[in-house]
């Protein structure tokens, strides 16, 4: 590459890597500060967020500069660990997602035992063995030579392009592409169609026995539903990242490294990267919680003060109650579905 189209690169993948840091880092404060999102699913994605964090962190960044000088200066130990991070930070998204869907899917079909079936203690379980897996899958291959066709270790063999890539054999390839995306995929989809199928139901008889007004609050499962519809666009997103990388990883492995390089590698490997900085953004435009938290963190960095949202709601009523009177606007009490309503003088002319 020339240097202006260095410079243009350079700034694209600049500013995907500071997306990818900032939005994960909202997410995991969004949900350790607010506790209306302190709940066993959400847990799940925080360590969803840390993952993308540290991918951010820790590979995006040599990523990023081989990509613009395609030349790897840093020796062949810290590039075989540089690669394992890559394999397991990407395994770890894909066995994250694999946990919620399943998590949504005991929430929908079986709301009333869900708080038996999904505990504190199953879910760390459940994430110390995402982490194991992800880490017997990456390392342990790579530094035992598992990934290449032959005995040696990659990237060992002094050459001087000063190469830094992940060798792939018909074996590792297939199994590594079954075990950590395939399958967990499948099993995915399944999932959410019958969780699909359940809200649909569902949906049909919430809207025979709940009033359509505007004024009804809505039922804890629509919230349950939204939420899950919310976790399947997280989903089709991560599909539509990974999917091209994964099929080209697979194909490198069945027919060679060699066939696949150059400006295709790079478009499948950057578009993977692309949904660790979708996630956040994803979770901000379809989840209400979570944007009312977004809102509440910029609100608070901006002020540097508390968030008036945390206020409990009588507090709230009474300074709305002490500043209306300051203005010296009537109050009126009016009751509807056993919530007390504050309506000005002018509301009630209307």
Not at 162 to 174: A, D, F, T
Not at 252 to 278: C, E, F, H, Q
Not at 324 to 332: S, T
């Amino acid at each position: 590459m020339d240097f202006t189209m260095q410079l243009l690169v350079g700034s694209c993948l600049i500013i995907l890597i500071v997306i990818t840091l900032c939005g994960n880092i909202i997410v995991c404060l969004a949900v350790t500060l607010d506790r209306r999102l302190r709940s066993l699913t959400n847990c799940i994605i925080v360590s969803l967020a840390i993952t993308d964090l540290l991918l951010g962190l820790l590979v995006l960044p040599f990523s990023a500069f081989y990509e613009l000088t395609k030349e790897w200066p840093f020796g062949s130990i810290l590039c075989n660990i540089y690669t394992s991070l890559d394999v397991m930070l990407c395994t770890a998204s894909i066995l994250n997602l694999f946990m919620i869907s399943l998590d949504r899917y005991f929430a929908v079909t079986t709301p009333l035992h869900y708080s038996q079936l999904v505990t504190p203690s199953r879910v760390a379980v459940g994430l110390v063995v995402i982490w194991t897996v992800s880490l017997m899958v990456s390392f342990l291959p790579i530094h035992l030579g598992w990934n290449t066709n032959g005995t040696a270790v990659q990237n060992t063999v002094t050459n001087c392009s000063n190469e830094c890539i992940l060798e792939v054999n018909p074996v590792y390839g297939l199994v590594d592409a079954l075990l950590t995306f395939y399958i967990p995929l499948v099993i995915m989809c399944i999932t959410y169609y019958q969780i699909f199928k359940i809200a649909r139901e569902q949906a049909k008889r919430i809207n025979h026995t709940w009033c359509c007004s505007s004024n009804s609050p809505m039922p804890p499962m629509v919230k349950e539903h939204k939420a899950t519809v919310t976790l399947a666009v997280v989903l089709g997103a991560f599909i539509v990242c990974w999917f091209p990388y994964f099929t080209v990883f697979t194909y490198r492995g069945m027919w060679g490294d060699s066939r696949v390089k150059g400006t295709p590698m790079s478009i499948v490997l950057w578009l993977g990267y692309a949904n660790s900085a979708l996630n956040p953004i994803l979770y901000g435009t379809f989840n209400r919680d979570f944007r009312v938290a977004y809102q509440n963190l910029l609100r608070c960095w901006r002020t540097g003060g508390p968030r008036s949202s945390r206020l409990p709601p009588l507090q709230k009523a009474q300074s709305k109650d002490r500043s209306c009177r300051q203005e010296g606007k009537p109050l009126k009490l009016e009751m509807r579905n056993g919530k007390g309503i504050l309506l000005t003088h002018g509301a009630l002319k209307r």
